[in-house]
């Protein structure tokens, strides 16, 4: 038996004959662009994060862009983000004209580290883009307040964290939010999506004018944005996905919960360290179970050979990377984000993943350690 890194098939397997009528009622119509499948999209995305205001576009990288414009964020600016994420984070920020500034991360959760985000704080700083890796929401608390104390507005990047909870309040709650319907992420899409959320009617609606060419009345354009959609038949799948999501997260926490607990058992201790999650995180959403393990090549090979996948989320942290190279910084200067890179994997998880497969994976660990 193999155990897949992700199995989307499953997924699809199980949702076929709900998914498939709605895709030919799209294809009957023809009506691809905007109209009511997005906007009841928007309307139930908004409800389950609890804000009022949601926003499709084309993916959670224009939602960013998108977002960093409606801040009037660009040229001179900068804009802190986290140097271990995925490249979105900071492509954004110099996508839009502006410069990204780093801060390195806490070491246990991943995610920024709200003293080392102050100590990044300029005057030409416009934003602060929290990320909320692998699932886990970011100390969203400390960050708005030390962003607040400077009067700075925060991005939630929420691509990986749709339906996660910091202190209870979800995230896209606390500040503007971005999500991805990637089709890796918790919830995906047949293709790339984006949406988002914020609880401003005035952002909201400037917003909506930016992913539509700026357009304030047909034709009228008050300033310049991009044609930045969510599609029809994106939404479409997605609404019909959205209904299965906490049960999907309840899956997931399912998975996460076996792995900590037996792979834990093995008793590994430093050479495997298994995810932290922060007392602040009260909804983990588990889009990625990375762990921290020592002579991690080797381990994948040995976890490939047992017909085990995984990946390495991610392996270059983004001061590292060659597109960076002029923003000045260099090898040392973000310790914990360069440590993660060289250590981090992440294995197998989604919903469907069954308590055999969960034993391949733990057996596959152990084997390799065994004889270490
Ligand atoms: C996936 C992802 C994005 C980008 O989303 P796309 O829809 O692929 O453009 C941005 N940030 C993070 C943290 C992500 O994981």
Same mark, same amino acid.
């Given at each position: ?8 098939r499953?997924q699809y397997a ?6 498939e009528?709605?895709?030919l ?5 023809q ?5 009511p ?8 995305v ?11 576009c084309a993916?959670?990288?224009d939602?960013l862009?998108l977002a960093l ?5 660009g040229?001179g ?5 986290t140097?271990?994420t ?9 996508m ?5 500034v ?14 080392k ?27 708005l307040?030390?962003?607040?104390r ?5 991005i ?6 749709l339906g996660?909870?910091h202190r209870?309040?979800?995230t896209?709650?606390l500040?503007?939010?971005t999500f991805?319907?990637?089709?890796a992420k918790?919830l ?8 988002l ?9 400037l917003l909506?004018?930016l992913?539509?060419h ?9 300033r310049v944005g991009t044609?930045?959609r /969510?599609d =029809?038949?994106? !939404?479409?799948?997605? #609404? ?6 906490d049960?999907?997260? %309840? @899956? &997931?926490?399912r998975?996460?919960?076996a ?9 590994l201790g430093?050479r495997?360290? /298994?995810? =932290?999650?922060? !007392?602040h995180?009260? #909804? ?9 393990? %020592? @002579? &991690? ?5 040995h976890?490939t050979a ?6 390495v989320y991610?392996?270059i942290? /983004?001061h590292?990377q060659?597109?960076?190279?002029d ?15 060289a ?5 197998p998880?989604y ?15 152990a ?5 270490r």
């Open positions: 038996m193999r155990v897949p890194v992700l199995d989307l499953a199980a949702l076929r004959a709900e998914i009528p709605v895709v009622g799209l294809c009957e119509s009506s691809f662009i905007m109209g499948e997005v906007e009841a999209f928007e309307r139930e908004a409800a389950y994060v609890r804000t009022p205001y949601a926003v499709g993916s959670g990288t939602a862009i414009r409606a801040l009037g964020v040229h600016h900068e804009v802190i983000t140097p271990f995925f490249f979105a984070s900071a492509g954004a920020v110099s839009v004209g502006a410069r990204p780093f801060a390195d991360i806490l070491p246990a959760t991943f995610n920024l580290d709200p003293e985000l102050a100590l990044a704080i300029t005057p030409r700083t416009r934003a602060i883009i929290a990320v909320d890796l692998f699932g886990q929401v970011a100390d969203l608390t400390a960050i307040d030390v962003a607040g400077h009067g700075i507005p925060v939630e990047d929420a691509a990986q964290s996660a909870e209870g309040r979800r896209g709650e500040a503007l939010a991805s319907f990637y089709p918790n995906g899409g047949f293709g790339d999506g984006g949406m959320a914020t609880a401003d009617e005035a952002q909201a609606k909506r004018q992913r539509l700026g357009e304030s009345s047909r034709y009228v354009h008050e044609n930045s /969510l =029809a038949l994106q !939404a479409a799948v997605l #609404r019909i996905k959205l209904r299965h999501l049960a999907w997260i %309840a @899956g &997931r926490q998975v996460a919960a792995y900590t607990r037996q792979l834990g058992a093995l008793g430093e495997f360290v /298994l995810p =932290a999650t922060s !007392a995180a009260t #909804r983990h959403v588990y889009n990625q179970y990375t762990v921290r393990a %020592a @002579g &991690r090549d080797a381990l994948r090979e976890l047992a017909g085990v996948g995984s990946m991610y392996p942290p /983004l590292l060659p597109c960076f190279q923003l000045g910084a260099g090898r040392g200067d973000f310790p914990e984000s360069e440590a993660a890179a250590s981090v994997v992440s294995l998880i919903p469907e993943l069954t308590d055999a497969q969960i034993g391949i994976v733990v057996d596959a660990v084997s390799f350690y065994r004889d």
